[in-house]
């Protein structure tokens, strides 16, 4: 008979069951027995628990070779003789997708491989999980039935929960041979290489720090479970002491802002919380264990909750498990990290006041799993000059703190613990780097005239004092938008006129009389500090945030524009309002100004010799009506990354919709087109200030359809000067007269395809 013996229908399921389960397997680990005889005592422990006729363990291979291990149900004779190739039938193909996999009728599955030395003619259902550890499928563990039948919903969840214990074990060294644990630790060290989108050019390296401190290494299963129920206990008291501190400190919080951290304590108080933590721990595991076992079983109820608030609260969970696991190793610390003297963050989301407050000089590079390439850490990182990639939200799986990480924000990859070679790659692309960056350099003085005769207008992006610097390095003619909101998002309270004033006087001290477009907070939405009573909003980026909140809340804009106003004395002030929809707001913001300015008057103060005003075009609304706009203002700007996101309908923070539409999709340049013709009509200058125009085929486009001024990043100043240099924009305007009403996709194709063949510079 193949099949050894036949397992009747029993077997807990849900978290009694889980704990009977674990207390079992930590059972079979403890036992004083060889490598093998353990890992069997473990395979029967799960299958007498389990609804199966069959457990198996199929482990890694160096060779990435799937090989049977252990078995409770087939032939013992095919244990270490059993071999699939990598994605090989059943389950090669859970190692190879790293999911789950689960089917009443394995025979007749197109993946389906017969090894006739196991026994196993007369199964029908299977059930297959991979081991997952640090991003790697490290075996599969599998079940089977002779009945054909569907697993349900907690017996996958049963599995996976040993599953990633059974991970934890084959490397932590407590159930397999030294030499065996080693393989695993060598499998789990090789390089890597992720490819992700690139945002930031560059080329980085250095050691991995997670934003996210890491859990601590530790050991599954416990040697004295009464010591792991106390040190969990106490873990337990000293998390709730930080939580009610950190409510003590905030006692000024009110309204929405002091319901979230109530809500953050009530977590941290949950007793049923805490008896799956303790369960967890009698069962025989370390604390630490039992703290990630019980993370993973809330994060899979709450991520198939259909309650919106529900799964809302996955992420403070997270947060106090992860801050619990922190006290349980001894770190008192939540604090940012320390860094090495050359460090690649690696994080799944960051904003951009965070960014701000690392070390400048040790940060070299970004690796970031869900941000998109007009985000404001992108924006801000792009500011800084730090090369980054994002779509990488598994490279905190794939690394640990420490790995050697290179990223290359030109390709959008990394390279984790790369090979000899790989560094040496890398070390002779960033030389020829420096060498185009000095050739940029060299050509910063030459007048950015296209080749029949179109002088184009070149200013630059900022937000912070260090970027003036930018200036003469890039030879623009000012500084385009300066970002003024980044000073009200990295501190702890609302920043005072004089600190404001400080600022702006030094930014039009280092311009060195060029002009400085001042942009009004742009606050709101998903830029908020810590001091700020937002509520909550379920589209953000349409809600509350930039003109209109200053018009509702006057207060903030007030003190703004008396710095400004104070800064700019004896200059002339360029100042812009972001976010217009309508004509009638600019009246609003004028008023607002009018009184700064007559308050100023009373007091005395100088004033600027000439003010200046802009408005920030973002919205179809204004696009669509942009001369009743500019009937009121001096200057106009495009802002191309909310403009495209309100036109697509697309987030542009999320990295999945936002690549789903190409701004040279021809409706958008159409529509582009009609703007800056309607800007002309009305005699009042329109310039493109996004990261758009970092991409030297949009640019070109954006130059075709009658855009000549643009405001940039810094570091795509040289690359685009180059560009418009190399341009004929009566050529390029004709060919898009032509295919812009014909074309029914992105024309990013055919005009790459024409600049090339004409000569344009676009690499």
């Known amino acids: 008979m193949s099949i050894e013996k036949t397992r009747p229908p029993h077997g807990g399921h849900g978290e009694q069951g889980i704990t009977v389960l674990l207390r079992r397997m930590h059972d079979a680990v403890a036992q004083e027995a060889s490598a093998q005889e353990r890992l069997d005592h473990l395979t029967k422990a799960i299958a007498s628990h389990v609804v199966a006729d069959v457990c198996s363990i199929y482990l890694r291979r160096p060779d990435d070779e799937l090989e049977l291990y252990s078995t409770e149900g087939l032939n013992r004779e095919a244990v270490h003789k059993t071999r699939l190739k990598w994605g090989e039938g059943l389950t090669g193909l859970v190692a190879e997708s ?13 993946a389906f491989a017969f090894r006739p030395e196991t026994g196993e003619e007369y199964l029908h259902s299977f059930l297959g999980v991979p081991l997952i550890r640090s991003g790697k499928a490290l075996g599969v563990l599998v079940i089977q039935n002779k009945a054909a ?16 214990l059974l991970a934890e074990i084959a490397a932590s060294g407590e159930l397999l041979s030294q030499e065996e644990t080693a393989v695993f630790g060598e499998m789990l060290h090789r390089p890597e290489r992720l490819e992700g989108f690139p945002i930031v050019s560059g080329i980085a390296s250095g050691k991995a720090v997670f934003l996210q401190p890491p859990a601590p290494k530790h050991k599954v299963f416990a040697a004295d479970v009464a010591g792991e129920a106390a040190r969990l206990e106490d873990g337990l008291n000293d998390l709730r002491a930080s939580v009610d501190a950190m409510l003590a400190e905030n006692a000024s919080l009110s309204g929405v802002s002091r319901e979230v951290l109530e809500t953050y304590r009530l977590f941290a108080y949950d007793r049923g ?3 799956r933590l303790r369960a967890a721990v009698f069962s025989g595991l370390t604390a630490e264990s039992a703290v990630e076992q019980v993370m993973n079983e809330n994060r899979a109820r709450m991520l198939q909750a259909k309650d919106s608030y529900l799964r809302e609260r996955l992420h403070d969970l997270d947060d106090l498990a992860h801050r619990l696991l922190r006290l349980l190793s001894g770190e008192a610390s939540n604090g940012h990290r320390a860094l090495f003297d050359e460090t690649i963050l690696v994080a799944r989301q960051m904003g951009p006041a965070e960014l701000l407050e690392y070390d400048r000089d040790a940060l070299k590079g970004l690796v970031l799993g869900e941000v998109s390439a007009t985000s404001h850490v992108a924006i801000v990182a792009r500011a800084l000059k730090i090369p980054m990639v994002t779509g990488l939200g598994d490279a905190i799986d794939r690394c640990e703190e420490g790995d050697l990480v290179i990223v290359d924000g030109d390709a959008g990859e990394i390279h984790i613990r790369p090979a000899l070679d790989v560094v040496e790659t890398y070390r002779a692309k960033r030389e020829l780097q420096s060498a185009r960056q000095a050739a940029f350099a ?14 184009i207008s070149i200013m630059m992006n900022a937000g912070l004092a260090l970027d003036m610097a930018h200036l003469k390095e890039t030879g623009t003619e000012g500084v385009g938008l300066f970002r003024t909101e980044l000073q009200f998002l990295i501190g702890s309270q609302l920043p005072s006129v004089s600190s404001q004033e400080a600022l702006y006087t030094e930014v039009l001290d280092l311009a060195d009389d060029k002009p400085v477009i001042f942009r009004t907070a742009d606050i709101g939405g998903d830029k908020t500090a810590s001091y700020m009573d937002q509520g909550k909003e379920v589209n953000p980026a349409m809600g509350w945030r930039g003109l209109r909140m200053a018009l509702d809340r006057p207060g903030m804009i007030r003190l703004q524009l008396r710095a400004l106003l104070a800064a700019a004395a004896n200059r002339t002030l360029h100042l812009m309002f972001p976010m217009v929809t309508l004509a009638e707001e600019m009246d609003d913001a004028r008023a607002l100004l009018d009184r700064e300015i007559e308050r100023a008057k009373r007091q005395g103060n100088a004033l600027p010799k000439d003010i200046q005003i802009g408005a920030m075009i973002e919205t179809p609304a204004a696009a669509w009506r942009v001369e009743e706009i500019a009937d009121k203002v001096d200057f106009l700007s495009v802002g191309g990354n909310d403009l495209a996101q309100f036109y697509f309908a697309a987030d542009r923070d999320s990295e999945r919709v ?11 340049l159409s529509f582009l087109r009609e703007c800056a013709a309607k800007a002309r009509q009305s005699n009042v200058p329109l310039s493109y200030c996004g990261e758009q125009a970092s991409d030297l085929v949009m ?11 643009f405001s940039m990043p810094a570091t795509a100043v040289g690359p685009f000067r180059r560009m418009t240099r190399s341009l004929n924009v009566g050529h390029l305007s004709a060919w898009l007269d032509d295919r812009l009403p014909q074309a029914q996709a992105s ?17």
């Open 747 to 763: 024309l990013r194709p055919e005009l790459s395809t024409f600049l090339s063949e004409n000569g344009v510079i676009v690499d």
């Open 273 to 275: 919380w805490k008896e």
């Open 658 to 668: 936002q690549r789903r539409f190409d701004p040279m999709n021809p409706g958008f």
């Open 442 to 455: 060299k050509e910063r003085d030459l007048a950015p005239i296209t080749k029949d005769g179109v002088a």
């Open 98 to 110: 790293h999911r789950p996999l689960f089917t009443d009728d394995a025979p007749h599955h197109p």
């Open 699 to 709: 640019a070109a486009a954006l130059v075709g359809i009658g855009i000549v001024q």
């Open 149 to 164: 039948r569907q697993y349900n919903d907690h017996e996958v969840e049963a599995a996976q929960a040993v599953a990633m």
